[in-house]
């Protein structure tokens, strides 16, 4: 092969390789953006990669998981985030000493409190943040200075309206946002203080919604190995879960969904990491009482574990029913197929109960019902009923009216 036809290859290789890089690049911005703010570090040292960077290898996963109310749960407040009425102006709400409206200027969003007597506006706070994919509802944070604090009003999806935030008394109580309230709804963010204490947040910190590695770790160094050498065998960083012990597994899920958790007992709320032991770092104050916390913000973890299905099995875990990567609320029968997995011959199990054997399809249906929540609940002007959002419990048991029977054998 002469010098020139050598040049030729090396040239055409070339064009090639540009003409490729222009194809995906272009293809790629249709759907998603590139990892477009440098990426904050964890505090175990490691940097993360943002979800975007996952594309080229889990472009599946990325793409139903961009979908699920985990990754929409926080964002900055926008008109593609905030759900709400916000366009009509009789959806105010009535304080003791004021009225509460939201408005907006363009593209910025704020909320004003004006007298009821004079009408003067005593307070204009702009939406920051919102919290909530919008499923039950959204809160929104607001930065005043560098203070974060929640606002008075919230959005109720069930009612499509504007609401006095639970827990809120009237106008002018401000919530402080501290870890504690975000460290659910956003996969990192920096406090001012380590253990989290404070409402001064780093704000180029933030990565908002539950995201990958949330729940996989702060995974730059993966991205890295994996980028160029797929094949490569030697030690990843990335932690296999299913070769994790069952608690650890479900310690993933644990850190949210099993009550608040406010006791910090090592570090701060973002410390902990898939792989270790959730309750070295934090615990519950009223733990053992899991009943007691069946609700918006619930545990369903405690109710889990002192079911039955729970207790007699040894492998059962969130994961058995729930695909961390997918939003599958309303899928009944996928839920269904889950029980018919371990509970093999449903008509066998119901001889002598009375029921009609050919109508046991629906299994959650009686044996996970539907309570009403306790705080987001809000009372409808014209109808003296309060309306509630109904919520699973995950203590599987034996019902009747809604009472939890004393339990089989
Ligand atoms: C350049 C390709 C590449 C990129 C980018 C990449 N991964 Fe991976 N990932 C892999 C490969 C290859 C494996 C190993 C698969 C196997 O063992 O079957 C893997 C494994 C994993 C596993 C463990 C799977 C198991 O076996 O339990 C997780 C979790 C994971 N990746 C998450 C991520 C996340 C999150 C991102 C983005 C922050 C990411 N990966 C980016 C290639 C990549
Ligand atoms: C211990 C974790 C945790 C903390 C702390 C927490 N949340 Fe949540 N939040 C959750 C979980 C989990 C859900 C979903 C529960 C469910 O569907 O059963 C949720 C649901 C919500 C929803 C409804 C979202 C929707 O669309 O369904 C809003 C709004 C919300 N939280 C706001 C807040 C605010 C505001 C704070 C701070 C005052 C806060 N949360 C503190 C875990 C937490
Ligand atoms: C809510 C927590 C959570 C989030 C968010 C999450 N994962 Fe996972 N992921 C898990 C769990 C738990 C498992 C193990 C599943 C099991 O045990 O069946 C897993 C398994 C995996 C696996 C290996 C098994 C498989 O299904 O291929 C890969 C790869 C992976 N996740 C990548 C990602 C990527 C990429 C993202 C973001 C786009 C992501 N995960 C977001 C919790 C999560
Ligand atoms: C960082 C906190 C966090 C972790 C970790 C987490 N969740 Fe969640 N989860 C939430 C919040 C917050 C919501 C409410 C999202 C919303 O609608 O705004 C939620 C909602 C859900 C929902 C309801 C989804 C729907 O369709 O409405 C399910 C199911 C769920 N989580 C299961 C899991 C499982 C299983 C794991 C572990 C693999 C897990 N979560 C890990 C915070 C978390
Ligand atoms: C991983 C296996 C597993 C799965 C999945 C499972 N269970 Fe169970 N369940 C058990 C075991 C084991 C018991 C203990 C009694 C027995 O051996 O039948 C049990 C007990 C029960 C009981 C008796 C409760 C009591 O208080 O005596 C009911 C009702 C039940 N399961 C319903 C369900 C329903 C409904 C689902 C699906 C939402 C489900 N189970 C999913 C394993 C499972
Ligand atoms: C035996 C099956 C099963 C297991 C195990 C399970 N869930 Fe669920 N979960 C369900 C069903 C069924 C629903 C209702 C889905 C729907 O509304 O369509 C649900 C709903 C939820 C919701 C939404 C609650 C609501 O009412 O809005 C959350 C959050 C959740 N699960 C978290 C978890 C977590 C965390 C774990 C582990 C501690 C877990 N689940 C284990 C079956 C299960
Ligand atoms: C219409 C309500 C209803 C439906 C639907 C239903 N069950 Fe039941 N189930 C009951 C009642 C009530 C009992 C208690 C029966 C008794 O005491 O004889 C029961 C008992 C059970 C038990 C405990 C049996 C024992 O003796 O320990 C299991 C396990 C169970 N059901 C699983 C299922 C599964 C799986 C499905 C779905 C295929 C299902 N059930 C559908 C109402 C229902």
Known sequence: MNIKTKIGYVLIALVGVILLFFLMDAGEKEV???????????????????????????????????????????????????KGPFDNPSHEVELIDGVARMIHEGDTYYQTISSKTTGEIMDKSRLDIVVGSGVKGQSYLTFKEDFLTQLQLSYFTLTDDFINSPGYPNYKFNRSVTDNCIKCHVTFA???????????????????????????????????????????LDEDVVIKIDTLARQLKMDICVQCHSGL?????????????????????????????????????????????????YKNSSTLSCTTCHDPHQGQRGQTEHFNSKCIECHMSPKDLHDGSGLNLSDLNNCISCHMPLFP?????????????????????HLIGIYVDGILQKQAN
């Open 261 to 309: 958790r406010a006791i910090q007992i090592k570090d701060n709320p973002f410390s902990f990491v898939t792989g270790e032991r959730l309750d070295d770092y934090a615990k519950n104050y009223n733990f053992g009482r899991p009943e007691a916390q069946l609700d918006v913000h619930g545990n369903q973890y405690g109710l889990l574990k002192s079911s039955e299905c």
């Open 32 to 82: 998603y953006q590139t990892v477009d703010k440098e990426m904050p570090t964890h505090y175990n040292g490691e940097q993360f990669a943002g979800s975007q960077s996952c594309i080229p290898c889990h472009q599946n996963i990325y793409k139903t998981h961009i979908n699920t109310p985990h990754f929409n749960t926080s964002a900055i407040a926008s008109e593609e985030t905030l």
């Open 190 to 232: 920096k406090n001012g203080d380590f253990k989290g204490n404070t409402n001064i947040y780093e704000r180029e910190s933030f990565i908002y919604g539950i995201d990958c590695e949330r729940c996989h770790g702060p995974l730059k160094k993966h991205v890295d190995y994996r980028t160029g050498n797929p094949q490569q």
């Open 373 to 393: 929540s306790q705080t987001m609940k809000v009372q409808l002007e014209d109808n003296a009923k309060e309306t509630s959002v109904n919520i699973r419990t």
